[in-house]
């Protein structure tokens, strides 16, 4: 089989058929009908072998994560996620990898009604980039920058898992056998926060998803806002299974500045807080509320409970 066969083979029918797709794969460029009263949202995120994933990873989780990633930051700005387009770089053509690659991003693009509708394939280094483009109505996309003081800080899901995933692929942890299938779950298909960022759209006041560790991630929302925040630590939601593979310190560390969780960060105003857990009890997944947005620009403050709380950020930097 040709190279290009075979890349029309594993991409021309990915994800989710959509009817506002006028041209798709094979042209030069692809067409989409915009739907009116909507703001088209754009958003890019790249891979890249021995950065952001291993080489013996399986690439049908690759594929799943590629998607799910760029559909978070659909998620995160209150958008409905609906075209993909993939740039491909792989020093061959493995023609088992590429299919179960292309298997795992067009079950997930499926998943999230989205159809791949274009890209670009070559050779090189191994690495993935996808742009997902989503429509959220006019002037409603959540930014970073709208959170005000006296806004209380939530997030949703728990945090830590991902990074303790990360840990046990890398056998630098044992899990107890009954957990280890939720942490690497959680690790390697990580699950994009999307209806309930749309639901977010009328209550929250800024949101973003934390994709580097919430103590690297939050400060974004704090200077894109011009505010600050206190964050009491005894809050951070954690999960049983993260609970129970390491110390209490440990985990804490986890949840604080471990990358990949994909879980929303948002703000929501006093009078808008009242009906939230009411509003967003449908959508299955558990929001906490973490602390409070302050006046002090740029400080961001940890207690716990009622005590301060002394953090040396380890979180990764890419640069
Ligand atoms: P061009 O030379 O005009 O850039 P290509 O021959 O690279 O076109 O691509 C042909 C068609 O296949 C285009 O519609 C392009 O979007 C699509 N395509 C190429 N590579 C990929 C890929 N990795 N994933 C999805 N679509 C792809
Ligand atoms: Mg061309």
């Known amino acids: 089989m040709g190279e290009f066969e075979l890349i029309q083979r594993c991409f021309a029918e990915a994800g989710r058929k959509r009817t506002d797709v006028a041209i ?50 659909l998620a995160a700005m209150g ?69 005000q003081n006296g806004d209380y800080l939530y997030v949703t899901g728990t945090l830590g898992d991902a990074a303790l995933g990360l840990q046990l692929v890398q056998n630098k942890v044992e899990i107890s056998k009954k957990h280890r299938a939720h942490i690497l779950q959680r690790f390697h298909y990580p699950t994009a926060r999307v209806a309930l960022g749309q639901a977010l759209r009328n209550i929250a006041s800024s949101a973003m998803d934390v994709s580097d560790g919430l103590a690297g991630d939050l400060p974004h ?22 609970k129970d593979s390491c110390s209490a310190e440990q985990a804490l560390q986890y949840a604080l500045s471990g990358g990949e969780d994909y879980e929303l960060l948002f703000t929501v105003p006093e009078n808008r807080r009242g009906s939230l857990e009411v509003l967003l009890s449908p959508y299955g997944v558990p929001v906490t509320c973490i602390g409070r947005i302050t006046g002090a620009v740029g400080k961001l403050e940890f207690k716990q409970g009622e005590l301060p709380f002394v953090y040396q950020h380890q979180g990764f930097e890419h640069f």
């Open 24 to 73: 798709g794969i094979g042209d030069d460029g692809a067409v989409v009908q915009v739907r009116d009263g909507c703001d088209l949202v754009i958003t890019t995120d790249s891979m890249v072998e021995g950065i952001h994933f291993f080489p013996d990873v399986d690439p049908r989780s690759l594929g799943h994560k590629l998607v799910a990633v760029n559909v978070s930051d």
């Open 221 to 242: 929302i704090l200077r894109r806002s011009k505010v600050g925040a206190v964050v009491d630590v005894s809050k951070l939601p954690m999960s049983q299974a993260l």
């Open 79 to 147: 958008a409905e996620p609906c075209w993909l387009s993939l740039a491909l770089t792989l020093p061959k053509v493995d023609e088992d990898w590429l299919l179960a690659f292309a298997e795992g991003l067009s079950e997930t693009a499926d998943y999230y009604n989205c159809q791949l509708i274009g890209g670009d394939t070559t050779r090189g280094p191994l690495s993935l980039t996808m742009i997902a483009k989503g429509l959220v109505p006019k002037g409603k996309a959540i930014t970073r920058a709208g959170a």
